[in-house]
DNA sequence: ATGCTAAGTTGTGCCGCAAAACATATTTAT
DNA sequence: ATAAATATGTTTTGCGGCACAACTTAGCAT
């Protein structure tokens, strides 16, 4: 049981931190597990069952973060141990996936449950930045109309096909939405809270990130990846991304600009990328590269998940495409596995199609040459949680503040009386 | 002050834990910082005087890690605070470098210091793992020797150029040594705790990983990157190997195979690598590659150093080639930044010499094309410890299970008597 | 109905740290 | 030289957190 280890800066433990640390341990536990035994509870975490008690009646009374329910259903010897629940309706918290061609919103009770999803299509030519800012408050407050008379609003999370600053939410350079050095965070920041008076979240609480950072926090908490400390999140749209879970904790990188895999070089000899460099990795991968392979234009409506029909059904020139796309996925996905060396590559985005029409191809090019340990226990697997990956990472992001001190937030969120 | 987080697995924290991160933190502190007067220990850690007071009684007098000594600079008014020395002789550790050419060995104290340094030259032909290991034993032996009467030996940390299996020490594949497959952790724990019957550390005491890696965990302990906390460090020789910290932790990957960034395949029409693959980071700038680009044969006697004297001197072939051989960096290098964003790159190894001749041109390179927010606050920098830096990476790792958990690890360790 | 089992509940004790009061050592002011 | 100011070490006391043990409760099996 190692504690994180600082350098040299102040990190002292003293006896509240320690609560705050098995309260918190117990809250994530139920929200990522769901209900749980308080047997179960007193076996993972060690503590003692009277500890356990202590603490879920903390959470249940103090902020009514839990509650405590006779188990339903019976099985084996022994008095009944109560079940712990999270209380999904009473904090909520509001994520976005802001997407090229539109905006999803969603409001996701404690424990992960998703209680609502509303998407917003983008008009084709009208993504610019104030346009999406907008449409995206006019969703918080259609979600937040939802809220039952106990919520609480948590925060907001934002996934953003972007390069974004970890520290604020800004967002440094967003190609597939043409934006550039937008104070994303900040201005979504004061809009919401302009906007949903009922919530007493500060600015502070609506966190923006990278949809492939937060599809990786996603499928680490809830998807294929869960019990997995090293993955990589591929997230494969107009431009491609990776988001990177090394050791249980997400990679950020020292401004939070970790994981842009789509720029790295593969092929010197290749296109000019939009970033301005050449051989990018997803001038080979991504979607356009995609459909060009399979000789169609982009943005005349073809998908790769046509392509790959379209393969499957015989067309000799998509199957080359598919071919050509793999010899490229091979290359990148092994430089990816001997520098994280992780067990899983989730694909996601529009990479989840393809990787089913390519994976056998994908793993016998990266079998063939290259280092083989990092890649003999690596698997390729598609997104669990599917196109909604980004979005449910982003309600994880809103609700990591309560997971990492339950009654130090929760006392300062009254309910939305809404 | 963020505790790690769990995922599922238990993690409930107790008092008696509380106790040893406390003591664990005041250790590591004067073992990184040296010296400390124990009011900076209270207010760096933010514990209460009384707290420290107790804590460093109890690393003195229990197991005499440190000792309290009056000040000898006075400064200031008020009554002179007790200084806290880490008692580099009582607790140290043997620490090995297993180079292509040489093996060093040194015996390092708690704090760092090294106390004594041994070199034992590899014949030219006999780098065969039995070999290797009987002159580490002897090396041992003989370092062992110079152990004070009030010595404790913590530990064996050995750095190794290959790819090891993180959890036993397991050498996978080392081509630079010609070694695969050798149970290096195992057979070195077993002959070093037979040939040191003084030192009473246990087989798995002995700790085997990449010199990449410890390269990188000596210059973030005590080299260019203190207090940095995203970091790549490059071991440039035969091979390139990466050792990344990322968020304060060394990056280890799931079976302890990261970094391998020699095996980035950066040039898909380039040569053949030794692993099978073609057009491997380290074909194009490895040594190898740096003498071949310079009309040197590798093993002709060349180094990179006499390229750059050669180049430095107006040899233009040399010019040339370093200009090669920096393209083809800022291609790499540019693909870490993009994936890992550090803050800084540490040059380590051959290719410390390289970055004062090319740094420039790289830089320049980097600059040019591609996503530029990771680059922007980037340096390159040589390693601070020189040639050394595995050598007390090596250190370090030996130490890490007692600064872990101080008082529990010296009570299995009496005196080596010796 | 009785006993068994597994779990929750309650009370006690230990341990760790903070806070306050006291003691000590050094500098600065008178 | 003496006293005040300052900063720190030391001791004592108190509070809070968890473990442990004893007790109670709830279901199951015979």
């Known amino acids: 049981m190692r504690l994180h280890r600082p350098h040299l800066s102040p990190a002292g433990i003293k006896q509240e931190e320690l609560r705050r640390h098995n309260l ?35 959470l249940a009374n103090i902020a009514e973060l839990v509650r405590e329910e006779a188990p339903g259903v019976r099985s084996g010897a022994g008095r009944p141990s109560l079940v712990v629940v999270p209380e999904t309706e009473h904090y909520q918290a509001l994520a976005f996936d802001l997407g090229v061609d539109r905006i999803v919103g969603a409001r996701v009770g404690l424990g992960g449950t998703m209680l609502s999803r509303k998407v917003v299509p983008l008009p084709p030519g009208d993504r610019n930045f104030e346009s999406v800012v907008a449409l995206t408050v006019t969703a918080a407050r259609q979600l937040a109309d939802e809220f039952g008379p106990r919520a609480r609003c948590v925060g907001v999370g934002v996934a953003v096909p972007a390069v974004v600053r970890g520290t604020d939410g800004f967002v440094r350079f967003a190609p597939n939405l043409g934006w550039e050095q937008q104070p994303l965070g900040e201005t979504l920041g004061a809009a919401l809270v302009e906007a949903l008076p009922g919530c007493s979240f500060d600015r502070a ?107 499957q059904a015989g067309d000799q020139r998509a199957r080359h495409a598919l071919y050509e796309i793999s010899r490229w996925l091979a290359v990148g996905v092994g430089n990816l596995v001997n520098l994280f060396n992780p067990e899983l590559v989730i694909f996601g985005g529009e990479l989840r199609e393809l990787l089913e029409a390519v994976e056998c191809d994908v793993v016998n090019m990266m079998g063939a040459g290259g280092l083989t340990m990092s890649r003999e226990h690596v698997e390729l697997v598609p997104s669990a949680l599917g196109g909604d990956s980004p979005l449910f990472g982003a309600a994880e992001l809103a609700f990591a503040p309560l997971l990492d001190d339950p009654l130090g937030v929760a006392a300062t969120l009254p309910a939305t009386g809404g």
Do not use: F
């Not at 994530?28 to 500890?51: D, E, F, I, W």
């Not at 073809?302 to 392509?307: F, G, Q, S």
């Open 24 to 58: 918190s341990l117990l809250l994530r536990y139920v929200h990522l597990a769901g209900p749980t035994q308080r047997a179960t509870l007193t076996a993972r975490t060690g503590l003692n069952r009277s500890t356990i008690g202590a603490l879920a009646a903390d």
């Open 205 to 311: 609480a609506v966190l923006v990130a990278n949809d492939a950072d937060l599809g990786a926090l996603a499928e680490h908490t809830r998807g294929v990846a869960r019990g997995h400390d090293d993955v990589v999140y591929l997230s494969g749209n107009v431009g491609v991304g990776a988001g990177v879970i090394c050791g249980g904790r997400p990679l950020r990188g020292h401004g939070g600009y970790a994981g842009e895999a789509g720029h790295m070089i593969v092929n010197p000899a290749g296109q000019r990328c939009r970033c301005g460099a050449r051989g990018c990795w997803e001038t080979e991968v991504g979607i356009d590269a995609v459909l060009r392979a399979a000789g169609h234009e982009p943005g005349d409506g073809t998908t790769p998940r046509m392509v790959v029909a379209d393969a």
